[in-house]
């Protein structure tokens, strides 16, 4: 449970820096490939929600996210690299789950630019992911822990 918990949290850590990421590099996107980024379009397409709330709404619904893909990389016993398990969630949604559910066309059809803007920005949230899971692996170890610190390995 505590690995699961985990995971849930540092995915929704390194979905923070993920989405630094992407404000950063959609500002160096071309003009004409500035369209909404693909948490929006999704709240926006399954969601429907006013325009007021959908600044809020797709933020709730990309944490959330991180969050869940997070809990799965703690089920996967870890074991595919954090490096290589961004792209890969990446993958299965823009390539696979999202256009399959009709949400959004595949990555296939939108701009170079874009997709590479996302599988950066998933690079960067694979290895916040890994390295926040094993800081909060070794934090349940030791400061987290019960009994005195000094009787306690160091993490």
């Known amino acids: 449970m505590n690995r699961l918990v985990n995971g849930a949290i540092a995915g929704f850590c390194a979905t923070m820096a993920m989405t630094m990421a992407m404000r950063v590099l959609a500002q160096r996107l071309a003009y004409r490939?500035?369209?909404?980024?693909?948490?929006?379009?999704?709240?926006?397409?399954?969601?429907?929600?006013?325009?007021?709330?959908m600044a809020a709404l797709t933020l709730l619904a990309h944490f959330g996210f991180g969050a869940f893909a997070g809990t799965l990389y703690e089920l996967l016993s870890r074991r595919?690299?954090?490096?290589?398990?961004?792209?890969?969630?990446?993958?299965?949604?823009?390539?696979?789950?999202?256009p399959l559910s009709r949400i959004l066309t595949p990555a296939t059809r939108h701009p170079a630019e874009r997709n590479l803007l996302m599988i950066a920005v998933h690079l960067v949230w694979g290895v916040c992911?890994?390295?926040?899971?094993?800081?909060?692996?070794?934090?349940?170890?030791?400061?987290?822990?019960?009994g005195r610190l000094e009787d306690r390995q160091k993490g």
């Open 33 to 53: 490939d500035r369209y909404p980024l693909p948490p929006r379009e999704i709240t926006q397409d399954v969601l429907e929600p006013g325009e007021q709330r």
């Open 80 to 98: 595919i690299p954090g490096l290589l398990f961004g792209p890969l969630v990446w993958a299965v949604s823009y390539l696979g789950w999202v």
């Open 129 to 146: 992911l890994a390295l926040g899971t094993r800081e909060l692996d070794k934090a349940s170890r030791s400061i987290f822990a019960a």
